[in-house]
C-alpha cells in the first residue's frame, strides 16, 4: 500500500486541479495522499462540493512557506480542520500579501528591463488562491526572456535575488501553533532543502511533530540521517513527491514517487490524540 502526502494543485502552483489529482492518484495506485497546497486550503473546499472518491483516502493538508532571515522553512500541517476560524483568517491575510506581493514584482521586473503584466501573472495564476514566483517565472518564460523555470529562479526570484519581494509569512513557531491549534500535525517539510541542519534542530525545538524524511530531493544518505534524527527526537515520519504537475523539479506523474501508507497511521493517531476533549 503506497502513499503520497506532499502534493500540490492547481489551488497554488500545480497544474493539475484536486479532482484531477484524486483520479490519478487512483490510476496510480495509491492508497492514500494528502493535498499539501502552499498557504491555502481552497483546493481542499473544493472537492467538499464533488462526489466523494471512494478509492484513495484523503488527508487534509497545507504546506505553510514560513522565514527566517537566510532559510525559507516549510511546514506541513496534516489533518488539520480546513473551516477552523484562526487558520481561515490567517490564510485570508497570506493570499491578499501574495497579491500586492505579486504586483510589486511586476514593477520592480519593469524596472530591470523585463516587462510583464501584472494582470498576465494573474491570468496565468487562473484563479489559483496563492500567487507566487513561479506564476511570476511562467510570464516571463511566455515572454520569451527565459526558457526555464530554474534559470528564472537562479538569475531573478530566488530569495534575495534581484526580483525578489518578500511577502507576509508567519514565523515558524506561530505557523506550528497555528497548525496544532487548527487540530493538525505540523511536520517540518524537505529538511534536505533548508541548508542548514542547525536551522532543522532549532525548527524542531519550537514544537515540530514530524519530520517529511522521504523526499524526492533526498539523497539515500540524507534520508537514512533524517530517519535518524526523527527516530531521536520521537518524531513522525512523513514523506512525499512535492508534486507540481509539471516537468522539471520533482516527479511529472503521480505514483513515481512514494512512501508505505503505514505511515500515515501514526500520523493519523497523533491527530486523534490531540483533539480536544469534549
Ligand atoms: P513563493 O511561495 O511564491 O515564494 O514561490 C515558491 C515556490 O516556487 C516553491 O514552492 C516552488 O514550488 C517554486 N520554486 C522555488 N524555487 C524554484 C526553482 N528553482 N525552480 C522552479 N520552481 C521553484
Ligand atoms: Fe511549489
Ligand atoms: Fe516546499
Ligand atoms: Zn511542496
Not at 497545507?62 to 477552523?84: A, K, Q, R, W
Request: charged residues 20%.
Amino acid at each position: 500500500m503506497k502513499a503520497d502526502l506532499h502534493i500540490h494543485t492547481t489551488a497554488s502552483d500545480g497544474t493539475l486541479a484536486p479532482q484531477e489529482i484524486l483520479e490519478e492518484a487512483t490510476k496510480a495506485g495509491l492508497a492514500c495522499i494528502a493535498l499539501t497546497d502552499h498557504d491555502t486550503v481552497d483546493g481542499l473546499l473544493t472537492l467538499h462540493d464533488l462526489p466523494q472518491q471512494q478509492d484513495v483516502a484523503l488527508i487534509p493538508g497545507i504546506e505553510f512557506s514560513t522565514d527566517l532571515p537566510v532559510n525559507e522553512i516549510h511546514i506541513l500541517g496534516y489533518y488539520i480542520d480546513i473551516h477552523h476560524p484562526a487558520l481561515t483568517q490567517q490564510l485570508k491575510l497570506l493570499a491578499a500579501d501574495r497579491l500586492r506581493r505579486a504586483d510589486n514584482t511586476v514593477s520592480k521586473l519593469k524596472q530591470l528591463g523585463y516587462s510583464i503584466s501584472y494582470e498576465r501573472v494573474l491570468a496565468i495564476a487562473g484563479g489559483a488562491s496563492t500567487v507566487g514566483r513561479p506564476h511570476v517565472a511562467a510570464a516571463l518564460l511566455e515572454a520569451g526572456y527565459f526558457t526555464s523555470m530554474a534559470e528564472v529562479f537562479s538569475e531573478l526570484l530566488r530569495k534575495n535575488g534581484p526580483a525578489y519581494v518578500p511577502h507576509y509569512k508567519l514565523t515558524p513557531l506561530a505557523t506550528i501553533e497555528l497548525i496544532k491549534d487548527a487540530g493538525g500535525i505540523a511536520v517540518l517539510a524537505h529538511p534536505g532543502l533548508v541548508g542548514d541542519d542547525r536551522v532543522v534542530l532549532d525548527t524542531i525545538a519550537l514544537g515540530i511533530q514530524g519530520l517529511e524524511v522521504y523526499h524526492p530531493k533526498h539523497t539515500p544518505a540524507l534520508t537514512a540521517m533524517y530517519l535518524k534524527l526523527a527516530e531521536t527526537h520521537d518524531l513522525a515520519v512523513t514523506g512525499g513527491s512535492d508534486f507540481h504537475g509539471k516537468g522539471g523539479r520533482f516527479p511529472e506523474r503521480l505514483g513515481d514517487f512514494s512512501v508505505p501508507a503505514a505511515l500515515v497511521d501514526r500520523l493519523r493517531q497523533m491527530a486523534w490524540r490531540q483533539l480536544p476533549a469534549t
